[in-house]
């Protein structure tokens, strides 16, 4: 395979929640994680999940990145009580840097459909809410660029638009979004469709793109519906080109990472897989990730644990072209 699991998956349970009440009381789970470098230390904005079903943002530390502390803390986002209507949950944050600032981008379940909210931290105390839902739709899985490109900025996003048995809505397209403000959003185009029939029916964005030599390096996650009894969520990888990240360079025909380990299998939603956050560690003067370089993925394991597996930037670059 193309990852390698760490040893110590999974790598944070509900064990390694602390109760912060009222809020989180005995955690029934935490998974899905943005991750992000700072200051040589390895942050993980965790979904932690209530045996009420509620969701709370919660960080993990580490100096490794293998072993995580987490602060006994939710992390609030100031402003979203300013947004009207009611929000369920708040999940799904994959965390990008750009000019200088880390913008977490997140799901929120509302009345009306999912929407994609938008806030920026310096120190990950707090989140300051920047921009939330648009004029977009119901829609998931946005997922920030750190840079500026042709003077905008953008950001990948997937419309709900199928509806599977057991109410959960998805959707097979992802769409290259561009703003002037980081809060008003327009679809620019389509990037990639999904593949019926195959691992990657329904697709939509893992973390952050990170910038190659050879263009846009991207995981996504694909969910292959057809099977017998129920979903299967894994890994995938496209290249994007740099200029116009609707171009797609190449995509991998396989997945690169699929259910195999029980934490993967069984759990509160078996056969899933869903990546993050991605660390990788070596970059040029310009910004390009080396591709000797390793990469660490995070990723939810049966949307119960977190989960750890490692590979280089080449071995993905490859799988892009298989
Ligand atoms: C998706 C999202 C993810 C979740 C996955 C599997 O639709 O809700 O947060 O991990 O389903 O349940």
Known sequence: MIFERHAGNPILMREDIPDVPPAVIDATSVFNPGAVKHDGRYLLLLRVQTRGRETHMMLAESSDGMRFDVRPRVIPVDGLERVSGHIYHIYDPRITRLEGTFFVMFAADTDKGCRIGLART??????????????????????????????????????????????????????????????????????????????????????????????????????????????????????????????????????????????????????VIFPGGMIVDDCDEDGFVLSGSRVLLYYGAADTSVCLATTTVAELLNACRV
Request: some cysteine; hydrophobic content about 35%; proline content about 6%.
């Open 122 to 271: 310096d120190d990950f105390e707090r989140l300051e809410l920047v921009g939330f839902g648009d004029n977009c739709g119901d829609v998931r899985n946005g997922v920030l660029f750190p840079e500026r490109i042709g003077g905008r900025y953008l950001r990948l996003d997937r419309p709900n638009v199928r509806q599977l048995e057991g109410g959960v809505t998805t959707g097979d397209e992802i769409f290259l979004s561009e703003s002037e403000d980081l809060k008003s959003w327009r679809a620019l185009g389509s990037v990639m469709q999904g593949r019926p029939h195959y691992w990657d029916e329904m697709i939509g964005s893992g973390p952050p793109p990170v910038k190659t030599r050879e263009g846009w390096l991207h995981i996504y996650h694909g969910i292959a519906t057809h099977l017998m009894n129920g979903f299967v969520y894994q890994a995938g990888v496209v290249l994007l080109d740099l200029d116009d990240p609707t171009r797609v360079i190449a995509r991998g025909r396989d997945n690169i990472l699929e259910p195999r380990e029980s934490y993967e299998l069984i759990g509160q939603v078996p056969n």
